[in-house]
């Protein structure tokens, strides 16, 4: 017979009486019995020469043994061959019943032991190999319990029993049930007679609980009906070499898997694509049942920066946990990965407990850093025990490494990414120029191209930048910084208009800052250029409407008035073409009053339109008094019979609003034309109908010049019809003029008597007396072109409104003195209240009502501005409640917000109201004391110290105590800004938590 697949068994079949009868090639080897030899002996060479020679007793006994009980076991029984050489051998006998009349046969299993058994600790090399191979486990299965009857000693060493508690146990309850290879039907289909005999492979439990590989012979033996008697087990032991293999497939996997992920690394362009990839690859490539990476903000690990993950489920995974952990407890193996190669469901990180309630049998953790801090985790999952061996940590931590490498590059390409963005998406344009002839500049940002200028061809010099200034303004400018240069100042302010790319004119703020040599020249000049049009445009607009006020107060002529307004709209506005036209009540047309630059062609051709629906845009807006907007003349059908003449004129688009009288009558239109298709923007129809409401003005006053009076309250009309009153003083009398609606805005019940000055000034806030008198006093001697301020006057509930002042003297005597004098007043109060509003949430805390971080290192800068003037004193606190964190953990952050309301509270109780606190972190503060020394800085930090330990948090019943630490420094003149004060006080923070906590520390400045 041959030997059994996979198991090398050594097979003999004799008599009753001990003569061999057949062997396989395994029992010729052991024995020395070639194929020759063994075909001459046979049925003439007794067993018992060569198994047990000379202990005919034991032979007898493993027969009778066999026969009565099915099969029977021998260990460490002598043998010898035929050559001579002895050797012990583990035996195992089974009976095989004859048929027919035949005499009973007899099996014989001989597995060699070895002499020299290797130590417990050899886990790998030759002999421990040989010896899992060869030396077999041997045991006898009882059928009906499926209980062990015999067991050899190398079955009690494969399994880790002691043979007493091993015969006790049952065949599953030393199974695998997890095994996917042996199939649990097999034992039955072999004891119902479904099969003679098995071999394969099957995974058996170790007392240890680790899984034990093995190659398995199972045999039935039967009596001579065919009942079963028992099974003969013979077990080897796989398992080293099984790992062996595993790990060699491992490390190839983990060898392509690093590959893979290198190449993923030079292809990213993205850290979370780079993350997704490893995650991937390491799911598919690595063998890992599953990954995640998380990639926390280095300032807060609160803030998850990146989270990815692939692969089989590991449980609730929460990467804030990770960080706490990583950042808080000490990593068992050491600083940089933890690795547990046990997953269990009660013990261990929270993390790693639910993962073995997932199902996962190891993790390993890796800490992936930027620049040698610890900013997030690689881990990995296996669904095997043991699976991160000393091998495998040493190829993931040199892919750590490369990722760790990879997140320091991407973090620097997102930050700079994100300059670019921010200084693309900036309103400024930073600049910075060589001293020399023109102005060259050295760097421009490549936002200058929304204004239709190139960097590349400035920075090249084929652009001066002196040549991008407007003519009319260089020599202003160049004489500007020339005077600069000579007073050696290091920081100046200039406006100035540029031409644009696309031909249009913008204003220019530019704040610069010059550097010096030694010999007192320049160096080099950065500055940061930003676009006021707006704030010049509004400027404009503001000095138009006064200009236009004091003709209309002057008496001008109707003309004079309508040529200023269309010339101040198209100055303002130089795309814009403008016309006005008057009504001709008599005829029921419009004629052209103003059009300083159409064509006189153009104007000759409209002149006589008739007031009439779909007759051109003026016609149609004054037959039905409301503003007209054709975007493209050519297609408004409107304008089909005045088209041609407009494509001449060069016209393509006209926007035309009504003029209305007080009274609604319609008194001409106010049209604006372009030279391309353009449709308005609000503020576009806010301009027109703006300036047709000024138009209305001067159209009325002429056309009702003989009521004065009268004309005077249409005036009124027209501008309170947008919420505005009207007043006229005269300064030398102290009598005034107020419209109906001027009272209501400013309080003011006279009883039918003439209101004075000093009323409006009895109800202007205190604090607004003397900005009050200082405008409108430079604009009386004449310092000011206008008078425009913005006050508090008591309203006639007691309450306190916003309004806008506007006005202009309208006539002096021929020494200038101020004879006459009018304006406007408008409620502004609801525009301060969302002023306010929008201020608070720009500069305050919204948990502490604090300042916030901006407002306060504004309010520093400010006072480092104000120190180099006036050479005074101040002192930057840095405040920090000490073990702030415990409390969020301990009591919640509900309690926390709490805590920092409480010490936000008893800061303002000991400040003075010049003192400004804020909240600039989580539990940091700061407070600016100006005007202070230190020593009484250092008193009051002493007391708010004192204070703040003596009154706990009361919280849902707890009383909790808060301590805080203070680091003091002053302001001093070397400060280039907030950032080097703070810097210094932090130290000094620093110094007193070291120092213990909950206590003041003072550090110097360096020039003091």
Known sequence: MSSTPGVPLATIHSDRDGIILDLNDMAGSLLRLNERQGK??????????????????????????????????????????????????????????????????????????????????QTDGLLRHFYDLHVMGMAILNPVDLRWREVNDRLCEILGYERSVLLERSWEEISDPSDPVFDPQTLQKLCSGGTQAHTGEKRFLHRDGHVVYAGIHLRAVRDARGGLRCCIVILQDLTQIQQTAREARREKHLHTMISRVNQAIVRSRGLKPLLQEV????VEMGGFSACWIGVWDLSDTRNLRVFVRAGEDVGDVDPFHSSREWQKDPMPNDGERLVLNELRPDEGLPGSRAAARAGRRSVARFAIGSRGAVTGT????????????????????????????????????????????????????????????????????????????????????????LDVIHPDDRARSQAEVAEHVRLRRPRYRQEYRVVTGTGDII???????????????????????????????????????????????????????LDVLAEEVELECPDMRCSIMLADDAHGALLVGAAPSLPAFF???????????????????????????????????????????????????????????????????????????????ARDIHLIQEKANLAAI??????????????????????????????????????????????????????????HYQQWLARVHPDDLDHL??????????????????????????????????????????????LRMVGTVTDISERKRMEQELREMATTDYLTGLANRRHFLSRVTEEIARLERNGHRAV?????????????????????????????????????????????????????????????????????????????????????????????????????????????????????????????????????
Request: hydrophobic fraction near 40%; charge should be negative; aromatic fraction near 6%.
């Open 40 to 121: 001459g002996m046979r049925g003439r060479l007794h067993l018992g020469e060569l198994v047990a020679p000379g202990e005919p007793e034991l032979f007898e006994n493993l027969f009778r043994e066999a026969t009565e009980h099915g099969a029977s076991l021998a260990q460490d029984v002598a043998c010898a061959d035929t050559a001579g050489r002895s050797f012990r051998v583990d035996l195992q006998v089974a009976c095989e019943p004859g048929r027919d009349g035949e005499p009973d046969r007899f099996v014989f299993l001989l597995a060699e032991r070895l002499r020299n058994r290797p130590l417990a600790s």
């Open 279 to 282: 995650c991937r690859i390491s």
């Open 378 to 465: 690689v881990n990995l999952f296996s669904d095997e025990h043991g699976f991160f061996i000393p091998s495998v940590e040493a190829l993931l931590v040199e892919m750590v490494d490369d990722l760790s490498v990879a997140l320091d590059r991407l973090t620097a390409m997102e930050a700079l990414e994100l300059a670019n963005k921010v200084v693309e998406s900036s309103p400024v344009v930073l600049c910075r120029w060589s001293p020399q002839t023109g102005r060259p500049v050295e760097y421009i940002s490549s936002n200058v191209s929304r204004w239709g200028l190139s960097a590349a061809e400035l920075v090249s010099g084929q652009i001066p930048f």
């Open 507 to 561: 204003w220019i703020e530019e704040f610069t800052r010059a550097e010096y040599g030694e010999d007192g020249e320049p160096l080099v000049f950065e500055g940061v250029l930003t676009d006021i049009t707006p704030r010049k445009q509004e400027e404009q607009r503001e000095a138009a409407r006064s200009h236009v006020l004091s003709l209309l107060a002057q008496g001008a002529e109707l003309q004079i008035i």
């Open 603 to 681: 104007t000759r051709a409209v002149n006589g339109t008739p007031i009439q629906e779909n007759i051109g845009s003026c016609g149609h807006s004054a037959a039905t008094g409301k503003v007209v907007i054709s975007e493209d003349i050519q297609t408004d059908p409107r304008w089909a019979p005045g088209k041609n003449v407009a494509r001449e004129a060069g016209l393509a688009s006209c926007w035309s609003a009504p003029i209305l009288s007080t009274r609604g009558q319609v008194l001409g239109t106010f049209a604006v034309y372009h030279e391309y298709i353009h449709s308005p923007s």
């Open 698 to 755: 001067a159209i009325e006053r002429t056309r009702d010049a003989e009521a004065l009076k009268e004309s005077a309250e249409r005036w009124r009309f027209a501008l309170e019809g947008a919420g505005d009153g009207v007043w006229d003083w005269k300064p030398d009398t102290d009598e005034a003029v107020l419209s109906h609606r001027c009272k209501e805005i400013v309080g003011i019940d006279d009883g039918g008597a003439t209101p």
């Open 773 to 818: 008198n200082e405008h409108l006093w430079s604009h009386l001697d004449g310092r000011l072109p206008n008078f425009v301020c913005e006050h508090r006057v008591r309203d006639s509930r007691g309450g306190w409104r916003w309004i806008l002042s506007r006005g202009l003297v309208v006539r002096r005597d021929e020494r200038g003195k101020p």
């Open 876 to 1008: 930057v606190m840095m405040l920090d409640l000490d073990h702030f964190k415990a409390v969020n953990d301990n009591f919640g952050h509900s309690a926390g917000d709490a805590v920092l309301r409480h010490f936000a509270h008893l800061m303002r109780d000991c400040l003075r109201k010049t003192d400004t606190p804020g909240r600039v972190g989580g539990e940091e503060f700061s407070v600016l004391l100006p005007d202070t020394a230190i020593e009484a800085a250092l008193h009051l930090a002493e007391r708010l110290r004192a204070r703040v330990e003596q009154v706990p948090v009361n919280v849902h019943g707890l009383s909790i105590p808060v301590t805080v630490s203070i680091g003091l420094t002053p302001l001093c003149s070397t400060d280039m800004s907030p950032d080097d004060a703070l810097q210094r006080a932090d130290k000094a923070l620093y110094q007193a938590k070291s120092s213990g906590r909950n206590r003041v520390e003072f550090l110097t400045a360096p020039d003091s």
